[in-house]
């Protein structure tokens, strides 16, 4: 098959910080707040993504979102600044520690009070959620957590999403492992991560209730609607 394979340069990784989206002052902070993190700056998604979610709280009509993973609450102040009147953002996070810088971000772009952090493990919060607000309340969830706990969340996301209502689940192509499985030279973490990666994958291309793509957008996008 012929491909249009792009290498991305840094002077094409610049074109696009220049066209393919409009910035925010508060986005660009907490981007270059991440940067001072070394690699871990790599967790945050990609600028044009966090366009790409805000896009889709206007295509939804979303007014409640709930996210897995807030890290330095980049697409949660992203998905915030989109949210209408009245709309709110739950987030998940583990550590207390982002949240807590997270927060200084969204109060420095006037959304603090769009956004619910709920701090601990999410396997659990989810399904407090279930429990207190019930399945379908949610228009869009944006799965970006530990890997290993994708299958889980995307079960319980699945629970939570209304009919039509999409998930996001970032990663999914885990730097091409779901194909070449892990390399000698990576990182432990990195052969449960594609194990679950994979596994969620099959599971969501098998799905006949799911409509679904997988972006190989950066690290890859799955989209996955609600039918
Ligand atoms: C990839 S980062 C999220 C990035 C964020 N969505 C963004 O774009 O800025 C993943 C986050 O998942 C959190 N995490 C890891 N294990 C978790 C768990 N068991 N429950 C909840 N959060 C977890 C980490 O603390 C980290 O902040």
């Known amino acids: 098959m012929i491909r249009i394979n792009i290498p991305m340069t840094d002077d094409i ?26 690699q871990m700056a790599m967790m945050q998604v990609a600028p044009e993504q966090a366009a790409f979610l805000q896009m889709l709280i206007g ?36 550590s207390e520690e982002y949240v807590g810088l ?7 772009a006037n959304v603090a009070d769009r956004i619910e952090a709920i701090i601990g493990d999410a396997a659990k919060s989810l399904d407090d959620l279930i429990r207190l607000r019930g399945e379908g309340s949610f228009d869009l969830i944006v799965i970006d957590a530990d890997k290993p706990g994708y299958p889980a969340y995307y079960e319980k996301a699945l629970r939570l999403v209304r009919s039509g209502g999409v998930i996001v689940v970032d990663d999914t192509l885990i730097h091409g492992r779901v194909v070449t499985g892990p390399l000698a030279t990576d990182p432990d973490y990195v052969g449960p ?17 799911v409509e679904m793509v997988l972006m190989p957008w950066r690290d890859g996008l799955t989209l996955v609607r609600k039918l």
């Not at 696009?16 to 001072?36: F, G, K, S």
């Not at 409640?64 to 102040?77: C, D, H, N, P, Q």
């Open 102 to 108: 997270a927060r200084t971000f969204w109060q420095q």
């Open 59 to 94: 295509l939804l009509s979303a007014r409640r979102v709930l996210e897995i993973g807030t890290f330095t609450g980049y697409s949660a102040l992203a998905m915030a600044l989109s949210l209408p009147e009245g709309g709110k953002l739950i987030t998940l996070d583990i």
């Open 13 to 38: 990784e610049k074109y696009i910080d220049r066209v393919a989206y409009r910035d925010h002052p508060a986005l660009a902070a907490c981007r270059n707040e991440a940067q001072t993190r070394g």
């Open 193 to 209: 991560a594609t194990d679950a990666v994979r596994a969620l994958n099959e599971m969501i291309h098998a799905q006949a209730s």
